[in-house]
């Protein structure tokens, strides 16, 4: 099946740095992909859509200046945390779909990024 | 109301038995459901997907839809200790595909 592949699978930073999040999908290319955030013992919240060639669509209430993404290529996407903050310390999964499958197709999920902020 | 709702759990069952994970949703128009299992500090993986009303089996795991009641659900038969997970209920929502997702049924089967 289709592979979705995240890096890193773990980041620590300092509060007030920056830290990017890669997702790829690996053999199939992907116009949209999709970045979630998981909180401990929660569930996984759509953060933002990711377009290739245009601007992502964020969900409400998500900081489109805070969490940057970028999705250049079909089949790379990144997610950008700019000046984390402890609150920002979570489980970032990104997931994508082969479009061959259409809309109801199987999501891929990422391996997720888990990012702690100290 | 929540878009998925779901029984947060633990649902604890013997070795051996029937787990049932049940799930409601508050979209009528959604057509996609999914059931994804979670391990503790991993991503989620497919279960099972569901389209229509009525069952779905594949293994030992059967998934039940019923538009009208807006309700899904999943049976995992013979459970096994490695089924012991948080599995997620998943609605498909918006022209691009995007799930919503429930918080969660945690599930302990015991040896």
């Known amino acids: 099946g289709a592979v979705v592949s995240q890096h890193p699978s773990w980041v620590i930073c300092k509060s007030g740095t920056s830290v990017k999040i890669e997702c790829r999908s690996l053999?199939?290319?992907?116009?949209?992909m999709f970045w979630y955030r998981q909180f401990p013992k929660q569930s996984l919240m759509l953060m933002a859509t990711s377009n290739e060639g245009s601007k992502a669509t964020y969900e409400q209430g998500v900081e489109k200046d805070k969490f940057l993404i970028n999705h250049a290529s079909l089949t790379l996407s990144t997610l950008t945390v700019t000046s984390a903050h402890p609150e920002d310390s979570s489980f970032y999964i990104c997931?994508?779909?082969?479009?061959?499958?259409?809309?109801?197709?199987?999501?891929?999920f990422g391996e997720g990024s888990r990012l702690t902020v100290l | 109301q929540k878009e998925v709702e779901q029984n947060s759990g633990p649902l604890s069952v013997p070795e051996g038995a029937i787990a049932s994970l049940n799930c409601t949703y508050s979209?009528?128009?959604?057509?996609?459901f999914f059931w994804y299992r979670q391990y503790s500090g991993k991503s989620p993986e497919l279960i099972m997907s569901?389209?229509?009303?009525g069952d779905k089996e594949d293994g030992r795991f059967t998934a039940q839809l019923n538009k009208a009641s807006q309700y899904v659900s999943l049976l995992i038969r013979d459970s096994q200790p490695s089924d012991s997970a948080t599995y997620l209920c998943a609605v498909n929502r918006g022209s691009q595909g995007n799930l919503i997702f429930g918080k969660g049924t945690k599930l302990s089967v015991k040896p």
């Open positions: 053999d199939f290319q992907a116009t949209t």
């Open positions: 997931s994508a779909r082969d479009p061959r499958e259409g809309q109801a197709g199987e999501l891929f």
């Open positions: 569901i389209y229509s009303n």
């Open positions: 979209d009528r128009v959604s057509q996609s």
